[in-house]
């Protein structure tokens, strides 16, 4: 996100952009670490109901991590509408905020305001939809701003991004995984090809898949469960 300030690529930090949006006024500032986390274990819920139920025997479940990709499939594909999981996005932390968070801080949840950072602008169109208003207090997310727009927010605000001293995450329920993000070990998994699926297998144990599980719901880069369960990437 530095690039926008003419900064190197990498050069600048998740903790730097944490400081940014607290100089801009936010009270909390989280992870979506958390939150992918929780689509993780959703979709991997759903997985193991599904192939228990031998709905994946003859075809795939998709993920629906992605507001672009499901509205791509409903558009271009609506016969396959059924093979989308039912999870939502990151965005889910929203209903999060809204209710356990606003509880523990013993905040009125309808003050709240829950601002998503996104790079895709699908996130936009994803927070107007009915199934973003599950916490009772209006929609989930009350605002999707992009990066780009963040980064404009930034410089309209004169702050010294490249210079700015970092600060960490809040916490609301301890740490994530990784799963969900890009970094090291399980944390590359869900921003790359396949990447999805191999977090979903990984976040639910992938022992309790079948010896042989279907082909079509076992990502390209692993191969088959060796016998006595688990899994060879």
């Known amino acids: 996100w530095g690039e926008a300030f003419g900064m190197p690529t990498g050069k600048a930090t998740v903790g730097q952009l944490v400081s940014v949006l607290r100089k801009l006024g936010a009270d909390y500032v989280f992870d979506t670490t958390f939150s992918a986390d929780l689509t993780i274990m959703e979709e991997g819920t759903e997985l193991l109901q599904r192939l228990?139920?031998?709905?994946?025997?003859?075809?795939?479940?998709?993920?629906?991590?992605?507001?672009?990709?499901?509205?791509?499939?409903?558009?271009?594909?609506?016969?396959m509408t059924g093979r989308l999981s039912t999870a939502k996005s990151p965005q889910m932390f929203g209903a999060v905020g809204k209710t356990w968070l606003a509880h523990n801080l013993g905040v009125d949840a309808d003050k709240i305001y829950s601002i998503s950072i996104m790079p895709c602008i699908a996130k936009k169109a994803e927070?107007?939809?009915?199934?973003?208003?599950?916490?009772g207090h209006g929609s989930d997310v009350d605002l999707v701003i992009t990066t780009r727009e963040l980064a404009r927010m930034a410089r309209a605000e004169h702050l010294d991004v490249e210079n700015i001293a970092e600060s960490a995450f809040d916490s609301?329920?301890?740490?994530?995984?990784?799963?969900?993000?890009?970094?090291?070990?399980?944390?590359?998994?869900?921003?790359?090809?396949?990447?999805v699926g191999v977090a979903v297998l990984a976040g639910t144990g992938v022992a309790v898949l079948p010896a042989a599980p279907p082909s079509c719901c076992w990502p390209s880069r692993w191969s088959p469960c060796p016998p006595g369960g688990g899994a060879t990437p």
């Open 172 to 195: 609301p329920l301890g740490d994530g995984t990784g799963a969900g993000v890009s970094g090291a070990g399980v944390s590359t998994w869900m921003v790359t090809t396949d990447g």
């Open 52 to 79: 228990q139920a031998g709905d994946l025997d003859n075809q795939p479940m998709f993920t629906s991590c992605c507001p672009g990709w499901v509205r791509f499939l409903k558009s271009q594909f609506p016969e």
């Open 127 to 135: 927070r107007e939809l009915p199934s973003m208003d599950s916490a």
